[in-house]
């Protein structure tokens, strides 16, 4: 019987009716999207990196199949209260302020906090942390065999592949990266943009290049 993909949410993989037991697949419910965070509702883990929130193991399990499956939208969380900074607090907040401490421009503080030396600081902070004056030598690429199959980590691919029959269209991503605003999700390399999470999904690859296990090298 012809394979089709599976289509739960952190499945994709491929399958038969014919052999489709009870506990082959795993899934998530529904996912989240508040203040740059994305979080599974099922397992409530998270990430503010969507690659690694997509490689967040699923939680469920239950059969492949091939219907969509219908996302409720969360509920809304609460807005916190804005707090408005005492102007009479800026000269002993500045000194705890993250931003001003690490010399970067703070509209809270910008027109009060005295200029800082960069270089100070970033001399201060390794002498205090003496690991940071090392570099941290390059891991070495790990050899592989051009018949050992691998997955694509390229975005909107995650095929299975071999490095024999990689070549420069074999496949079919997305270079990103992905944009998430006013509940609207999308590509920035291919400008596209829906509403619903499982559309984000399907949106077709927009780029060909070569297959890659191990996009952070």
């Keep these: 019987m012809e394979k089709v993909r599976c289509q739960r949410i952190g499945c994709d993989a491929m399958f038969s009716e014919d052999d489709n037991p009870e506990g082959s697949c795993t899934y998530h419910a529904a996912p989240i999207f508040h ?24 939680c469920k399990t239950g059969k492949h199949t091939t219907e969509k499956p219908v996302l409720t939208r969360a509920a809304a969380a609460p807005k916190k209260p804005v707090s408005v900074p005492n102007p009479t607090m800026n000269s002993s907040s500045k000194e705890t302020c993250p931003r001003c401490r690490q010399g970067f421009f703070c509209s809270d503080h910008g027109s009060h906090a005295r200029e800082s030396n960069p270089k100070s600081a970033v001399n201060a902070s390794s002498e205090s942390n003496p690991d940071t004056r090392e570099a941290h030598p390059p891991q070495p690429k790990k050899i592989v065999d051009i018949n050992e199959p691998q997955i694509c980590k390229n975005k909107g691919c995650g095929k299975t592949f071999k490095e024999k029959d990689n070549h420069e269209t074999a496949c079919s991503y997305h270079p990103g990266p992905p944009v998430f605003h006013d509940r609207m999700r999308g590509w920035k390399c291919c400008d596209i943009h829906v509403k619903e999470f499982d559309e984000f999904m399907s949106i077709p690859p927009c780029t060909k290049g070569w297959h890659n296990a191990d996009p952070v090298s």
């Design 35 to 58: 203040d740059g965070m994305k979080e599974w509702s099922c397992c409530k883990k998270r990430s503010h990196d969507f690659n690694l929130f997509l490689e967040i193991p699923g």
